[in-house]
Structure formats: C-alpha cells, structure tokens
C-alpha cells in the first residue's frame, strides 16, 4: 500500500517524458473535442488505451496494460486540467455577473475549488481501495490505472458539463 501513492504519480511523469505516445494525448483529444454530447464524450474512455495495447510490443501483458492505461490516464489528466481551468473561468464570470443583484449567491469559484479538492481526495482514496480489493494478485496494477482513468474521465465531463448546460 506504501507504493500505491507513487503509483499514482507514474503517469503524469511518465506521459511528459514519452514523446513517442503524444499520440495518446493527440487521438484523445480529438475524440473529446467532436463528441457531441456527454455520452459521446464517455464514449472516448479506454480507446486510446486499447489502441496503444494492440500496436505495443507487450501491450497485452499486465505490464503494457497498465502503461497505456495510465498514458491514457495522463492524457485525461491534461483535458482534466483544461476543462477546470475553463470551468473556473466561466464561474468567475458568472460571479461577477451575479456580484451586483444576487451576492449571496457569487460562490461558484469557491464551491468549484472546494469540490474539486474533495474529489481529488475521493478518487485517490476510491482507486486505492480498488487497487487493494487485489491484494497481491498481478491485475492490482491494471486495475489501480484503469480506476484513475474512469474517474479522471468522468471529471472532466462533469466539468465540461457544468457550462455546456447552463
């Protein structure tokens, strides 16, 4: 369990340092872009990292699973961050919007930084009990990065939602 957390940050370092795999980043993002729709954008989790399992040597074994899910994983840690940074920007003009009639209510940007704190707690906390529930079996890695990656996935949309439906 005292690695599990360092196992969390492999991707992220991983994606930065693997040129040969922006293609991961680039394919996801363009399936994210041209979903039209929240269920059309849910439907872009796991191909990347499908994909990048059929052309890897090894992709197959639990090790090149687990490292096209978690360059997958890092690659919607990017969008991740992106749709927050837009997110945030669109709450703080919809503060300031609301600053003058209704000033009980310009919370957004607070509530958004204090919920997505809290989420990043609960999935840290969530994939590393899916990762135990393995025990010492050899799909504890690939299980571990795909939680991260569902979870991750799942954010995003909800951030990108939260404008697309307003």
Known sequence: MRWFLPFLMLPLAAFAQEPDRQWILDDLRSCYET???YDEKHLCEGQVSNRCQEVEQG??????MTSCIQAEYAAWDVLLNEEYKKTIAWSAEMDAYDAEDFPEIDKRVDTLRAAQRAWIGYRDAECLNEY???GAGSMRLPIGAACLLSETAERTIELWAKRASY
Request: glycine residues 24%; negative net charge; charged residues 10%.
């Open 35 to 37: 979903a039209d729709g």
């Open 59 to 64: 992709g197959y074994s639990n090790l090149g």
């Open 132 to 134: 135990a529930q393995w």
